[in-house]
C-alpha cells in the first residue's frame, strides 16, 4: 500500500481533499505539510471513515480515552462514554481496555465511524502475563492484529530506552514512571536487562505501520507524573530519542506524532513544547494536559484545560481529554461528559490564537452582540454547549435578564441609555 506521505509529494490524495475543506485549508498546502511531517490524517484504509487531520494550520483537535480496567468491566458503559464522547465534541477515540475480551471490545469501538487509536503493549503484556515475560514476537503480533482490525493510530513507547531507564536510576524522581505502557517497559528492561524490542527493532515496527498506513504515535512513557519531577533528566533523554525516531519515521513514508510532556509547572509549558517541536522537525503533538499543579485531584480536567490552553498557544495540535476523575478511579459517564467539554473549550481557545484571530474569531464577535441584545436564544445557539447554558439560565424561571443582575442589569441599564442617546442624535 502506497505512503500518504510519498503521494503527497506528487499529487493531492482525496483524503487530503476531504480534509482540507473541513479544515479550510487549500488542499496542496495540506499534502505539502504531510510530505514534510508536520501533519499526519490518521486512515487506516481497511475501516473507511471521515479523513481528519492533526498538525500545522489545522483546527486543535480533542481525543477522549475510553475503556475497561480489571477492577471494572463493563463494555457496553465503555461504548456509551465513546458515544457521549463524540455527542460532546470528541475528534478521536482511544481505546485503553486492558480488562475483559480486549479484542472484543477494540472491535466495538472500531465501529464508531471515527478516528480511532490504542496502545497494543496493554494486550501484549495481558496476553504475556506480565512485563518481564513479554517477547518481542508477541508485542509485534499484537501490534499487527490493531493494525489488521482497522485502528488508525497506534501510541508505541518506543523511546522508554535503556538509554532512558539510567537517566531515570541517576536522577530519581519522587513518582518514577507513571506512564502504565512506560512502565511495562521499563519493568521488562530492568529485569531481562534487554533493550526495549520497539526500539531496538523500530524500522520493523516502521514496515508494519507502513504496511497498514497506520499512524505511529511515539509515547511519553518517560512523563514526569508530579510537577516536582519535572526538572529530572529522564524525560528529556526520552525526548532525544523521539527526536531520532521521528526523523527515522518520516524518512521511511510513515506518518508520526509525539506525544508529552506530563505534569510540569506552567512556566515550563512554553519551554517543553517548543523543545519537543524543535527534536522531532515539528512532528504533529499529542498531549495529555500538562497537568500543572498537583493539588487539584477532582479537577485535574480543568488543570489540564490550564495547561492544555497555552500548550496550544506555543504549538501543541491535539489535547487528550482529562476528565474529572483522573488519578482518582474509572471515569463514569459524567466524567466523560465533562472532561470532553472541558478539553474543548481548551481546543477552542488554543485555536483563537494558532489562527491568528484572537478575540476578532466571527464567533465570539456574534456572542458579544447577542449578549448585548440580551437575545438569549443567539446567545445558547453560539455556546459551545448551549443546552448546558439554557439549563442553568432557566433555571431561576424564564427572565429577560440573568437572575444574578435582574432589574440592575448594567447590560440593559446601557443598552436603554445608549439607545435613546443615538435616537435623540
Given at each position: 500500500?502506497?505512503?500518504?506521505?510519498?503521494?503527497?509529494?506528487?499529487?493531492?490524495?482525496?483524503?487530503?481533499?476531504?480534509?482540507?475543506?473541513?479544515?479550510?485549508?487549500?488542499?496542496?498546502?495540506?499534502?505539502?505539510?504531510?510530505?514534510?511531517?508536520?501533519?499526519?490524517?490518521?486512515?487506516?484504509?481497511?475501516?473507511?471513515?471521515?479523513?481528519?487531520?492533526?498538525?500545522?494550520?489545522?483546527?486543535?483537535?480533542?481525543?477522549?480515552?475510553?475503556?475497561?480496567?480489571?477492577?471494572?468491566?463493563?463494555?457496553?458503559?465503555?461504548?456509551?462514554?465513546?458515544?457521549?464522547?463524540?455527542?460532546?465534541?470528541?475528534?478521536?477515540?482511544?481505546?485503553?481496555?486492558?480488562?475483559?475480551?480486549?479484542?472484543?471490545?477494540?472491535?466495538?469501538?472500531?465501529?464508531?465511524?471515527?478516528?480511532?487509536?490504542?496502545?497494543?503493549?496493554?494486550?501484549?503484556?495481558?496476553?504475556?502475563?506480565?512485563?518481564?515475560?513479554?517477547?518481542?514476537?508477541?508485542?509485534?503480533?499484537?501490534?499487527?492484529?490493531?493494525?489488521?482490525?482497522?485502528?488508525?493510530?497506534?501510541?508505541?513507547?518506543?523511546?522508554?530506552?535503556?538509554?532512558?531507564?539510567?537517566?531515570?536510576?541517576?536522577?530519581?524522581?519522587?513518582?518514577?514512571?507513571?506512564?502504565?505502557?512506560?512502565?511495562?517497559?521499563?519493568?521488562r528492561m530492568l529485569q531481562t536487562g534487554e533493550e526495549n524490542p520497539l526500539y531496538a527493532e523500530f524500522d520493523?515496527?516502521?514496515?508494519?505501520?507502513?504496511?497498514?498506513?497506520?499512524?505511529?504515535?511515539?509515547?511519553?512513557?518517560?512523563?514526569?507524573?508530579?510537577?516536582?519531577?519535572?526538572?529530572?533528566?529522564?524525560?528529556?533523554?526520552?525526548?532525544?530519542?523521539?527526536?531520532?525516531?521521528?526523523?527515522?519515521?518520516?524518512?521511511?513514508?510513515?506518518?508520526?506524532?509525539?506525544?508529552?510532556?506530563?505534569?510540569?509547572?506552567?512556566?515550563?509549558?512554553?519551554?517543553?513544547?517548543?523543545?519537543?517541536?524543535?527534536?522531532?522537525?515539528?512532528?504533529?503533538?499529542?498531549?495529555?494536559?500538562?497537568?500543572?499543579?498537583?493539588?487539584?485531584?477532582?479537577?485535574?480536567?480543568?488543570?489540564?484545560?490550564?495547561?492544555?490552553?497555552?500548550?496550544?498557544?506555543?504549538?501543541?495540535?491535539?489535547?487528550?481529554?482529562?476528565?474529572?476523575?483522573?488519578?482518582?478511579?474509572?471515569?463514569?459517564?459524567?466524567?466523560?461528559?465533562?472532561?470532553?467539554?472541558?478539553?474543548?473549550?481548551?481546543?477552542?481557545?488554543?485555536?483563537?490564537?494558532?489562527?491568528?484571530?484572537?478575540?476578532?474569531?466571527?464567533?465570539?464577535?456574534?456572542?458579544?452582540?447577542?449578549?448585548?441584545?440580551?437575545?438569549?436564544?443567539?446567545?445558547?445557539?453560539?455556546?459551545?454547549?448551549?443546552?448546558?447554558?439554557?439549563?442553568?439560565?432557566?433555571?431561576?424561571?424564564?427572565?429577560?435578564?440573568?437572575?444574578?443582575?435582574?432589574?440592575?442589569?448594567?447590560?440593559?441599564?446601557?443598552?436603554?441609555?445608549?439607545?435613546?442617546?443615538?435616537?435623540?442624535?
Amino acid at each position: 500500500m502506497g505512503s500518504l506521505i510519498q503521494a503527497c509529494i506528487t499529487s493531492v490524495p482525496q483524503e487530503v481533499e476531504v480534509a482540507a475543506r473541513t479544515e479550510g485549508l487549500v488542499p496542496r498546502h495540506l499534502a505539502r505539510a504531510i510530505a514534510r511531517g508536520r501533519v499526519v490524517i490518521p486512515g487506516n484504509p481497511l475501516r473507511p471513515h471521515i479523513p481528519l487531520a492533526i498538525g500545522e494550520g489545522c483546527r486543535i483537535k480533542v481525543n477522549v480515552n475510553v475503556g475497561t480496567s480489571g477492577e471494572k468491566c463493563d463494555p457496553e458503559l465503555e461504548m456509551s462514554k465513546a458515544e457521549a464522547a463524540l455527542a460532546n465534541g470528541a475528534d478521536t477515540l482511544m481505546d485503553l481496555s486492558t480488562g475483559g475480551d480486549l479484542p472484543a471490545i477494540r472491535r466495538s469501538i472500531l465501529s464508531l465511524p471515527v478516528t480511532v487509536g490504542t496502545v497494543p503493549v496493554y494486550e501484549a503484556v495481558r496476553r504475556a502475563g506480565s512485563a518481564a515475560d513479554l517477547e518481542p514476537d508477541l508485542l509485534f503480533r499484537v501490534i499487527r492484529e490493531h493494525c489488521e482490525d482497522g485502528v488508525d493510530f497506534l501510541t508505541l513507547h518506543a523511546g522508554v530506552n535503556l538509554l532512558a531507564l539510567a537517566a531515570l536510576q541517576r536522577d530519581p524522581r519522587v513518582m518514577s514512571v507513571v506512564s502504565r505502557g512506560g512502565a511495562f517497559h521499563c519493568a521488562r528492561m530492568l529485569q531481562t536487562g534487554e533493550e526495549n524490542p520497539l526500539y531496538a527493532e523500530f524500522d520493523y515496527l516502521l514496515e508494519i505501520l507502513d504496511e497498514y498506513g497506520v499512524v505511529a504515535s511515539l509515547g511519553d512513557g518517560m512523563r514526569p507524573g508530579a510537577v516536582y519531577d519535572a526538572p529530572r533528566h529522564a524525560k528529556t533523554v526520552e525526548y532525544l530519542s523521539l527526536g531520532e525516531l521521528s526523523r527515522r519515521a518520516l524518512t521511511a513514508g510513515v506518518q508520526r506524532m509525539v506525544e508529552g510532556p506530563g505534569h510540569i509547572p506552567l512556566d515550563q509549558v512554553e519551554h517543553n513544547v517548543r523543545m519537543i517541536r524543535e527534536l522531532t522537525d515539528d512532528a504533529p503533538l499529542y498531549l495529555l494536559g500538562p497537568l500543572v499543579t498537583d493539588l487539584a485531584p477532582g479537577y485535574d480536567h480543568v488543570v489540564a484545560a490550564i495547561g492544555g490552553a497555552v500548550a496550544c498557544m506555543y504549538g501543541a495540535d491535539f489535547l487528550c481529554m482529562v476528565s474529572p476523575s483522573e488519578h482518582l478511579a474509572l471515569p463514569s459517564l459524567d466524567d466523560i461528559v465533562e472532561g470532553t467539554r472541558v478539553a474543548k473549550i481548551a481546543a477552542h481557545v488554543g485555536d483563537t490564537v494558532r489562527r491568528g484571530e484572537g478575540h476578532h474569531v466571527q464567533r465570539e464577535v456574534q456572542m458579544a452582540e447577542a449578549r448585548r441584545r440580551l437575545d438569549w436564544e443567539g446567545q445558547f445557539s453560539l455556546a459551545l454547549f448551549g443546552e448546558a447554558a439554557r439549563r442553568v439560565h432557566e433555571r431561576d424561571g424564564k427572565t429577560e435578564t440573568c437572575s444574578m443582575c435582574g432589574d440592575l442589569c448594567a447590560v440593559k441599564i446601557m443598552r436603554e441609555l445608549l439607545d435613546r442617546d443615538h435616537e435623540r442624535g
